[in-house]
């Protein structure tokens, strides 16, 4: 048998036997619901841009201020520039390595003979090795890089959905902070003047002291909510300037609260949502990149065959010529014993493999509880958006008939003092409901996906997808 076959089957024989098999965990697939459990009602597409389309000019350039600053944004673009590297380091061990060195120096030395002698001496050399991946370690190792970059891309653009949703929140957070200020201190004017009445119809005789008691407990109790309103501001404002990457200040107001736009529900199949959205992408990539580091650690247990060539040449005063140098050759490294530490590693890559694979299933069960909550959430809130705007315009009639009354003397100021505090707690509930349904509208979008997408090719607007995976 020649050396050529002989060499062929050991080499097959070797591939045979690549790696003690490594039980992984069956993981259920997650199967999309044929329709939403709740109704949506009118959808619309959603823009890339869906904050702007509140209608507020300035919560849009306070989004678009906050995807160019924030810092936990930059921090994962960082990841992404690192991923990248890794991914270049792993592509380069498939290629081979060259190196250039040089050697020289003078010496004197003492022949057999007794007779000395002096030397200039140079010698220049060339280096190249490479590894032959004859079973597809380093391939897999690449494969896997690359799909961790992938899944880096998708974690940044994760976090600007994520950043752009509590911004926008936010925003409206502090809208509502100001039009509950508004409303409070609107009441307090109300309550001095019902004070200022009150200490009139006692000073002449006309009511009980006790009625002037009653009015100035309801005013300092009405007065107590702005300070607590005026910190809650502060507090938004502060956050707000920590996600646009400042320090704190003030934040620019655009339009109040009931002028902004309610947009309509994103429209959206449970089948698109798994690629729809940046964090399910990020755990199916995180998936095959555990699955290809897996299989590298596995062909661990395989031979390694390196090659290795130099050449160069002797320079010295003592010879008449340059003498040329030059080596070739290879190397096979079969691990035999390596104390249990290859089949630790790959013991390791499969659980990693296993925790990838139940963290990608929670990612896809968390988006679909994510959508149901947030469509439950929007159709509620409007519905409870149009039952407290009434109730408000009923308790806002029956204050104006009971301040008549009481003026007239025809009802005890108890009477118009109840419906100040049903109006009072009506106006903030409705304000809060506003508030809350505009924000149920922006955790759709962020439960959408927020208009993300996945592009055929690498970039650094979207994560690409893979033909065929």
């Known amino acids: 048998m020649s050396m050529r076959h002989a060499g062929l089957l050991f080499t097959i024989a070797l591939a045979s036997c690549a790696g003690p098999p490594v039980k992984t965990a069956a993981v259920r697939p997650v199967a999309p619901p044929p329709a939403w459990h709740t109704d949506a009602g009118p959808v619309a597409p959603i823009d890339r841009a869906w904050w702007q389309s509140f209608g507020d000019p300035t919560m849009a350039a306070l989004v678009d201020k906050a995807l160019a600053n924030n810092n936990d944004i930059a921090i994962a673009m960082g990841r992404v520039r690192e991923a990248r590297a890794n991914l270049a380091l792993a592509r380069a061990q498939l290629l081979p390595t060259i190196d250039a060195g040089l050697t ?43 799909d961790a970059w992938f899944a880096s891309q998708a974690a940044r653009d994760s976090v600007r959905l994520s950043v752009a949703a509590a911004v ?35 000073g002449r005789g006309y009511s009980p002291k006790l009625e002037l008691q009653q009015a100035e407990a309801e005013y300092d109790a009405t007065a107590q909510i702005v300070p607590q309103i005026e910190l809650a501001i502060a507090r938004t404002e502060n956050a707000l300037s920590l996600l646009t990457g400042e320090t704190p200040q003030a934040i620019d107001r655009g339009l109040p609260l009931d002028r902004l736009t309610v947009p309509a529900i994103p429209d959206g199949l449970p089948s698109e949502l798994l690629r729809r959205r940046p964090d399910v992408a990020q755990a199916e990539f995180q998936l095959a990149a555990s699955d290809k580091s897996l299989s590298a650690a596995r062909k661990r247990f ?40 290859l089949t630790a590693q790959a013991e390791a890559a499969g659980a990693q493999r296993d925790q990838a694979a139940f963290a990608y299933r929670r990612a896809a069960l968390t988006a679909f509880r994510e959508v149901e909550d947030a469509l439950a959430g929007a159709k509620r809130l409007d519905e409870q958006v149009g039952l407290a705007r009434a109730q408000q315009d009923a308790l806002a009639e029956g204050l104006r008939l009971a301040t008549n009354r009481y003026r007239e003397g025809y009802s005890p100021y108890l009477e118009q003092l109840d419906a100040q505090r049903g109006l009072l707690g009506a106006q903030l509930s409705l304000i809060q409901l506003r508030a809350d349904a505009l924000t149920a509208r922006i955790q759709l979008f962020q439960a959408m996906g927020g208009g993300w997408q996945r592009c055929p090719t690498a970039g650094d607007t979207c994560v690409p997808e893979i033909a065929g995976y």
Do not use: C, H, M
Not at 110 to 123: H, K, L, M, R, T
Not at 188 to 201: I, M, N, Y
């Open 104 to 146: 020289g120096g003078r010496s004197r030395s003492v022949s057999p003979f007794g007779q000395p002698s002096e030397q200039n001496a140079a010698q220049p050399q060339v280096q190249a090795a490479y590894e032959v991946d004859l079973f597809g370690r380093l391939a897999d190792s690449k494969a896997a890089a690359r």
């Open 168 to 202: 926008a929140s936010s925003y409206i957070a502090l809208r509502g902070l100001d039009a509950r200020l508004a409303v409070a201190r609107a009441t307090v004017a109300a309550r001095s003047e019902s004070l200022r009445l009150a200490k009139s119809r006692v």
């Open 302 to 341: 395989l031979p390694q065959v390196r090659l290795s060539a130099s050449a160069g040449a002797a320079f010295s005063t003592l010879l008449a010529d340059p003498i040329t140098l030059w080596s070739i050759g290879g190397s096979v490294l079969a691990p035999l014993f390596e104390g249990g530490r």
